[in-house]
């Protein structure tokens, strides 16, 4: 289902761009810098139009934005929507304590 993010309507969400290791790893990569998509190919055993197609779900997730530099196209890393990602996974956090607590009470009795 599309969702609507900045006025832009986004066809993927973080939950499925994430879901792919490459995507991850890609995302991993422009956190340290902007790429191109030539960069981006040197740390991967894939093709350019299979970078290409991975970043077009991290697009339309609003994970990355591109802009023409001469003749490449630099992808950047936009963080906002992790937020959602961060929020989902925090209420979970209160489950993991609780289990990590008992964890460690059971490990120091025996």
């Known amino acids: 289902m599309a969702r609507l993010y900045r006025g832009v309507t986004l066809e993927h969400d973080v939950f499925q761009a994430i879901a792919d290791p490459t995507r991850r ?3 991993q990569l422009l956190a340290h810098q ?7 190919k040197e740390c991967f ?3 350019r139009t299979a970078i290409n ?3 077009h779900v991290l697009s339309e997730a609003g994970l990355v ?19 959602e990602l ?5 209420f979970f956090e209160q489950y993991w ?5 008992a964890l460690k009470q059971y490990v120091e009795s025996n």
Not at 34 to 40: E, G, K, L, T, Y
Not at 97 to 101: D, I
């Open 25 to 27: 790893k890609l995302l």
């Open 34 to 40: 902007d790429m191109s998509i030539a960069a981006m």
């Open 45 to 47: 055993p894939l093709s």
């Open 53 to 55: 197609k991975h970043l």
């Open 65 to 83: 934005s591109s802009q023409k530099v001469g003749r490449e196209t630099r992808y950047t890393l936009c963080l906002e929507p992790l937020a």
């Open 86 to 90: 961060q929020d989902w996974l925090s």
């Open 97 to 101: 304590g609780k289990r990590l607590e």
